[in-house]
């Protein structure tokens, strides 16, 4: 939920973001194409490391990152430094993509289904609490920045949840049985 929140949060506030910083549709589109850019290059990368190093450290810089990504579009002075927080955006995206499906699969092989609908449905109910939260805030004439900061606390919060909690060791896959020889 944490996770979806910190994603949406600058779409609820573009209008407001765009008004401060001037932005045109194309700087707002780019703002928003530039984090999942990051994600998809950088998605495969986190994965394979996961699988070598294991989980727990990622995540808890994938949650450092999500809190820094919200901190530098709150104190964002330019178009630039909004750039930089969409890209941090970007790649604490990578990382949970990567890495939280594969945790629930290691954490309950036997009942990956029903967790799994879990985790999704969370996402979800993250997306909806934030978007009308936050839109309710702004209606009332709140600055923008004062809603990420609920966020960022609860991301710092997690990341220490994550660094205490325990995790399941790194996979060792078992290496193929045979030789791939091609018969021509």
Same mark, same amino acid.
């Given at each position: 939920?944490?996770?979806?929140?910190?994603?949406?949060?600058?779409?609820?506030?573009?209008?407001?973001?765009? #008004?401060?910083?001037?932005?045109?549709?194309?700087?707002?589109?780019?703002?928003? #194409?530039?984090?999942?850019?990051?994600?998809?290059?950088?998605?495969?990368?986190?994965?394979?490391?996961?699988?070598?190093?294991?989980?727990?450290?990622?995540?808890?810089?994938?949650?450092?990152?999500?809190?820094?990504?919200?901190?530098?579009?709150?104190?964002?002075?330019?178009?630039?430094?909004?750039?930089?927080?969409?890209?941090?955006?970007?790649?604490?995206?990578?990382?949970?993509? #990567?890495?939280?499906?594969?945790?629930?699969?290691?954490?309950?092989?036997?009942?990956?289904?029903?967790?799994?609908?879990?985790?999704?449905?969370?996402?979800?109910?993250?997306?909806?609490?934030?978007?009308?939260?936050?839109?309710?805030?702004?209606?009332?004439?709140?600055?923008?920045?004062?809603?990420?900061?609920?966020?960022?606390?609860?991301?710092?919060?997690?990341?220490?949840?994550?660094?205490? #909690?325990?995790?399941?060791?790194?996979?060792?896959?078992?290496?193929?049985?045979?030789?791939?020889?091609?018969?021509?």
């Amino acid at each position: 939920a944490t996770f979806a929140a910190a994603n949406v949060l600058p779409a609820v506030c573009l209008v407001q973001i765009a #008004a401060q910083f001037g932005l045109n549709d194309a700087q707002c589109g780019l703002l928003f #194409a530039v984090g999942p850019s990051i994600t998809f290059v950088a998605l495969p990368l986190f994965g394979l490391l996961a699988e070598r190093f294991g989980k727990r450290w990622l995540l808890i810089g994938g949650m450092v990152m999500l809190a820094a990504a919200l901190q530098v579009y709150r104190i964002a002075d330019g178009y630039g430094v909004l750039l930089l927080g969409a890209a941090t955006m970007g790649v604490a995206s990578a990382i949970f993509d #990567a890495l939280g499906s594969p945790l629930v699969v290691d954490l309950y092989p036997r009942r990956t289904a029903p967790l799994m609908n879990l985790i999704h449905g969370c996402f979800q109910i993250g997306l909806v609490i934030t978007s009308v939260g936050v839109g309710y805030y702004l209606a009332l004439g709140s600055p923008w920045p004062g809603a990420f900061m609920p966020v960022v606390l609860l991301a710092a919060v997690l990341a220490g949840l994550f660094a205490i #909690a325990r995790f399941p060791p790194a996979v060792e896959r078992e290496a193929p049985h045979g030789d791939r020889k091609s018969v021509v």
